[in-house]
């Protein structure tokens, strides 16, 4: 079944091109479509254009529907007993045909009427929308577990020196402290770009039609306050014009959060190499060789790393899929789909996989010891200098003329105490800007919304 469809049918094989992978993805939209669905009936009816009896059976028909797609919102198919789980029939079309014929089928011409006012592609606007604030809600939690783990590996390894390196050539001291919370900050600063997006996806489009409005005299308030969005996108035409533009900026917050993953990844990969032999972890973290014994290999993290890179590349793609379209509707916007949903479920993966390592990495103690990494002192020798009254550039040519004359001399006290240094690592007020932006995101607003749309 075809919204569209009149009396001539599409060629089969236009019809399989065109839908492609879009009931796959649908499935995943299908708890979204149907809190849509009730938003509109109960404007409809608040408008006059369903009586009160006709609203209060489609809103019970479609609440049971949604039951029935609980599975799909959680990838738990145990909540689905005693409900057959969702599926979209074969011959017909997307989520929007398979929701409107069971209505139809089971309440008749009441059924046939949740469409006036709207269009497909508002529909799966709206949809979209709040799949993506779900989503992000989720990741925002996952990230803000791993955060807390880096925050307390930090303090527990805040007396533990690691070589800091530039270039790759050893530099100046650093500490496991230091490392896990530079990592934990940079997820403050993702959370940040991740509440950008959520603010995108947390407006209203709804009630947009196919781009240009309608002329039915729709409340577009207040379904936006159903629904529990913060706002609406009020214009019409960019309504239309947000879809593509709200992926690219909800991926590049994706992004943000891959990319801090995919450079941890890489240390874990270097630190764990015999040549640095900083870290270890136990063997069943591993992988080992066929042929070689002593293998312990970073898969995870190499895996990690790739999935990361795979994600920071979406933004891009997005971008490039929606070159040069001009204003209104395209069939280009439903490829984004199969793209950008399953990157939801891959960083967080990513995330869980990342958190199991680290909460099982065993650290090397007393790594700047040994005689080899002597020149990263070289800088606290320089200030020692300095502190006695020594200008910089003659302290920093003494040392220097010390090494090349094999007469340097240093010992392994490290004293930084300013604000974000070895002995004075400010996780306190990492943590404190963390919850600040989680604070921002309330999410309780739009739950108390959904509840009270399923009659809870």
Known sequence: MKLWQK??????EVETFTVGRDREFDLMLAPYDVLGNIAHAKMLASVGLLTNEEERELVKELREIYKTTESHRTGNLELATGNQAFAIADGIEDVHSQVEFLLTEKLGDTGKKIHSARSRNDQVLVDIKLFLRAELETTVNAVHSFFQLLIAQSEKHKDDLLPGYTHLQLAMPSS???????????????????????????KNPLGSAAGYGSSFPINRTF?????????????????????????????????NVADTLARLSMDACLFLNQNFGFVSFPTELTTGSSIMPHKKNPDVFELIRSHCNRIKALPNEIMMMTTNLPSGYHRDLQLLKEHLFPAFETLRNCLSMAELMLSNMEIKKNILEDEKYKYLFSVEE???????????????????????????????????THEGSIGNLCNDKIEAMMNTVLRSFDFEKYHAAIEALLGK
């Not at 896990?180 to 959520?198: K, P, Q, W």
Request: glycine share 8%; net charge neutral; charged share 15%.
């Open 176 to 202: 496991f402290g230091l490392w896990f919370g530079a990592y934990a900050e940079s997820l403050v600063d993702d959370t940040i770009t991740l509440h950008a997006a959520f603010n995108v996806a947390n």
């Open 7 to 12: 009396n001539t049918a599409s060629l089969k």
């Open 382 to 416: 320089v200030n020692k200098l300095v502190l006695q009254g020594t200008p910089f550039r003659d302290a920093y040519k003494q040392v220097g003329m010390g090494i090349e004359n094999g007469e340097y001399t240093y010992t392994t006290n490290v004293q930084h």
């Open 223 to 255: 379904t936006t306050q159903l629904l529990g969005f913060a706002d609406l996108n009020y214009n019409v035409v960019y309504a239309q014009m947000g879809r593509g533009k709200a992926e690219r900026i909800v991926a590049s917050a994706l992004a």
